[in-house]
T-cell receptor
Framework: EAGVTQFPSHSVIEKGQTVTLRCDPISGHDNLYWYRRVMGKEIKFLLHFVKESKQDESGMPNNRFLAERTGGTYSTLKVQPAELEDSGVYFC?????????????FGQGTRLTVV | GNSVTQMEGPVTLSEEAFLTINCTYTATGYPSLFWYVQYPGEGLQLLLKATKADDKGSNKGFEATYRKETTSFHLEKGSVQVSDSAVYFCALTDNYGGSQGNLIFGKGTKLSVKP
């Protein structure tokens, strides 16, 4: 079974440009999460989708970040325009939707560098 | 709010040495506690977890016990191997709500094991 897949693995862009990160969750997982780790700091929650709906986007840093999950399958996270402080590793995770605490599976992350 | 504090790294050990990585938390309610591991070039993987006080999570020779009285979840291994070299993250999630998600992470501890 394929795991959580993220594209690209690395991205280097100039300040002011736009970048779109993609996450393909495990098939059948309705929960999809985005997290970000800025160098040397904690991994921080960004947002949570249940199917195509945003359940919680309290961690999104500002309106330059836009996440979508059309059709409830893969998700994209767009940063427009990118700033230097957006550099970091962006992780995606997915889990099954159930009444219990099912495990979240993480992708390898996308390392974004804004120069 | 909820938070996780883990010991700063990096930690360098010789093979077969004893490992302890300290983790303490602050949380309202009764969180679930986790240790995640990120091996070089890979995504985050769940190493072990505990969902209530006095539970012990264990996997691959690693153990951690949920101590409510000291709000701690220290990771231990009796004899580390070179293959244990990775970054270890302590995390918690609130037990109120639906599926697991909205993990709160510590900063991570990089472990290097020398032969």
């Amino acid at each position: 079974e394929a795991g959580v897949t993220q594209f690209p693995s690395h991205s280097v862009i100039e300040k002011g440009q736009t970048v779109t990160l993609r996450c393909d969750p495990i098939s059948g997982h309705d929960n999809l999460y985005w997290y970000r780790r800025v160098m040397g700091k904690e991994i921080k929650f960004l947002l949570h989708f249940v199917k195509e709906s945003k359940q919680d986007e309290s961690g999104m840093p500002n309106n330059r970040f836009l996440a979508e999950r059309t059709g409830g399958t893969y998700s994209t996270l767009k940063v427009q325009p990118a700033e230097l402080e957006d550099s970091g590793v962006y992780f995606c995770a997915s889990s099954q939707l159930s009444g219990g605490r099912t495990e979240a599976f993480f992708g390898q992350g996308t390392r974004l560098t804004v120069v | 709010g909820n938070s996780v504090t883990q010991m700063e790294g990096p930690v360098t050990l010789s093979e077969e040495a004893f490992l302890t990585i300290n983790c303490t938390y602050t949380a309202t309610g009764y969180p679930s506690l986790f240790w995640y591991v990120q091996y070089p070039g890979e995504g985050l993987q769940l190493l072990l977890k505990a969902t209530k006080a006095d539970d012990k999570g264990s996997n691959k020779g690693f153990e951690a016990t949920y101590r409510k009285e000291t709000t701690s979840f220290h990771l231990e291994k009796g004899s580390v191997q070179v293959s244990d070299s990775a970054v270890y993250f302590c995390a918690l999630t609130d037990n109120y709500g639906g599926s697991q998600g909205n993990l709160i992470f510590g900063k991570g501890t990089k472990l290097s094991v020398k032969p």
